[in-house]
């Protein structure tokens, strides 16, 4: 779908409207010192700006990452207005140098091209690019985090303050799932043609490939950007936008438990803005079920596989602590009256499988492509997985709908538990499974 570059400001004022009072309100009552991580989200129609659904949409929450939007927005304009180009080289001062990570590791006295500095903030998320960028454009970063600021209230962001251009903490950066739905909206249809270095999920720096934070982007079936962000103050923040049979919306999510509960809770939200879409399509009261339509439960490990129709259960299983989701392990996948009680195989009434006859699960899926989508992704992130087997195994949930599950069989117990280990390490949320001794290659539907 091409952006539609012609979307005025004028439409802005859907998100904005009573948010404006609603956010003074809410500033006047937080503390300048005070931290807080509230969960909030919002998913809106990028065409009209119509707000599809939102949770807390104005609670105030620090932006972390979510910040280089801003700066991107500015460096955009910039480039734009021809005050830069793409292939310019930017100098890196000592102040850039010295940010901590995540960052490139940029040197002061070195330079780095615009388009380079693009990559590196949307890929890495890198806070030395962003200050460079920063500084290149506002003289200083402080003087940059004025016109961050001043942008922001240009373009309606009532609740929104920047002090830096890279979201590290800062007690006096704070912002709104509307206003950062705002500022997404702006940037595809005030920069179409650079919109698309927010779909870009890897780039080469000094001879090493750097790979995108973002999983949900690669996995989610019609996304195609935008950032993620976290700093512990507050939680894990993505902004991501989808574009589905031509309609596209942007979903906010603020104030994470974990990576993959962000994602989840993410993909949940995209997935019932289109069901909203699809019913105003179809004439449909808003408040009408409509059969099938439920959320596509990324990467999530189920504990009860015998009960797969419950999306909310499966994200809880995604965030399950581990010594639970061992306990699940055993009890979910090795069969009725086959328990293991540890790591150390005390208790456990099961003769060991032969080898090949395990694996891991990281997904289940209303639909084939995402569910092949996420085991591709594990293999990828984690080596021990590359002579796996993938297998896309469907089956039927009691409420008689079509679940596949996303998985990787073959291998031995040890590895299989060792693998699941490494993948929850990176965020990904993973089961193991008996397989028996089947080797299945990769399948299509």
């Known amino acids: 779908m091409k952006l539609d570059s012609t979307i005025g400001k004028a439409l802005r004022a859907t998100l904005i409207g009573a948010a404006a009072l609603a956010a003074v309100l809410a500033s006047s009552a937080l503390g300048g010192n005070r931290a807080w991580?509230?969960?909030?989200?919002?998913?809106?129609?990028?065409?009209?700006?119509?707000?599809?659904?939102?949770?807390?949409p104005d609670a105030q929450n620090y932006p972390a990452s979510l910040t280089k939007m801003m700066t991107l927005y500015l460096l955009f304009d910039a480039l734009e207005k021809g005050k830069i180009k793409l292939d310019d080289g930017l100098s890196v001062s000592a102040h850039a140098e010295a940010q901590p990570a995540t960052k490139l590791g940029l040197t002061a006295g070195s330079s780095i091209k615009v388009e380079k500095a693009i990559l590196a903030i949307i890929i890495q998320s890198a806070n030395d690019a962003a200050v460079v960028v920063a500084e290149a454009i506002g003289g200083s970063e402080s003087h940059f985090a004025d016109l961050m600021t001043a942008k922001a209230r240009a373009l309606g962001m009532t609740g929104t303050n920047f002090e830096n251009a890279s979201g590290l903490p800062n007690t006096r950066q704070h912002t709104t799932a509307r206003d950062l739905a705002v500022l997404a909206r702006a940037l595809m249809t005030?920069?179409?043609?650079?919109?698309?270095?927010f779909g870009e999920?890897?780039?080469?720096?000094?001879?090493?490939?750097?790979?995108?934070?973002?999983?949900?982007?690669?996995?989610?079936?019609?996304?195609d950007g935008l950032k993620t962000g976290y700093i512990r103050a507050s939680g894990f923040n993505l902004v991501t936008s989808a574009i589905r049979n031509g309609q596209r919306v942007i979903g906010v999510v603020l104030g994470g438990k974990s990576?993959?509960?962000?994602?989840?809770?993410?993909?949940?939200?995209?997935?019932?803005?289109?069901?909203?879409?699809?019913?105003?399509?179809?004439?449909?009261?808003?408040n009408t079920v409509v059969p099938g339509v439920k959320p596509a439960d990324l990467g999530v490990a189920i504990a009860a596989l015998d009960d797969q129709s419950d999306a909310d259960a499966m994200v809880a299983a995604a965030n399950t602590p581990d010594q639970v989701l061992a306990a699940a392990d055993a009890a979910s996948t090795t069969g009725e009256g086959d328990v293991d009680s540890g790591d150390d195989g005390e208790g456990s009434n099961a003769a060991v499988p032969p080898e090949g006859g395990w694996g891991v699960q990281v997904g289940a899926f209303l639909q084939y492509g995402p569910a092949k989508q996420a085991a591709t992704n594990a293999q990828r992130e984690y080596r021990g997985l590359v002579d796996a087997h993938l297998l896309v195994d469907e089956s039927k949930t009691q409420a008689g709908s079509t679940m596949y599950r996303s998985r990787l069989i073959g291998l031995s117990r040890a590895d299989a538990e060792t693998a699941c280990k490494g993948l929850r390490k990176l965020g990904t949320a993973c089961l193991v499974i008996k397989t028996g001794n089947a080797t299945v290659a990769e399948n299509t539907p």
Do not use: C
């Open 201 to 223: 999920t890897r780039f080469v720096w000094g001879g090493r490939m750097i790979k995108t934070h973002n999983r949900l982007m690669v996995a989610y079936e019609g996304a």
């Open 37 to 56: 991580a509230g969960y909030a989200d919002i998913v809106i129609d990028a065409s009209s700006g119509e707000v599809l659904h939102a949770r807390n």
């Open 190 to 197: 005030d920069f179409p043609q650079y919109y698309h270095y």
């Open 259 to 286: 990576p993959s509960a962000r994602d989840q809770q993410m993909a949940k939200l995209l997935d019932g803005g289109f069901a909203e879409m699809a019913m105003a399509d179809n004439g449909r009261n808003r």
